[in-house]
């Protein structure tokens, strides 16, 4: 009886699917960019002599396009929760902080590795 009822529970639509991700992964945006944000605060505080002509009006165009590249790829959280909350999983919230937390240090690692090889050998 109980295998009847399970397969007789509407699946949830795309849109709520989505909606329960949103839910999950948007307020979490906001820590993942104070985060990186602190990163580059950090940088920018223990080499400041040598970042000093590299913070320009012209810089402002290019460091706004590393932000919002930043923030697609957070995006790519969904490619992973969406097709997660279809699994047999009853709760993905544990998966949902592993990839949260190894995204999250991963952006960090390659924040670090393009100011450290990217950015500052060229500032002069």
Known sequence: MSSASSSSLPSPTFRSTLANAARFWEPRRILYNSFLTTVVAVWLVATWPHFRP???????????VLALLANVCYCAAYLVDVPLQHSSLRSPTL??????????LFALLVENYWIADEIYPDVR
């Open 54 to 64: 590299a913070l320009t009006w012209t810089s402002l165009l290019p460091m706004s």
């Open 95 to 104: 998966l949902r902080w592993s990839v949260w937390i190894v995204g999250t």
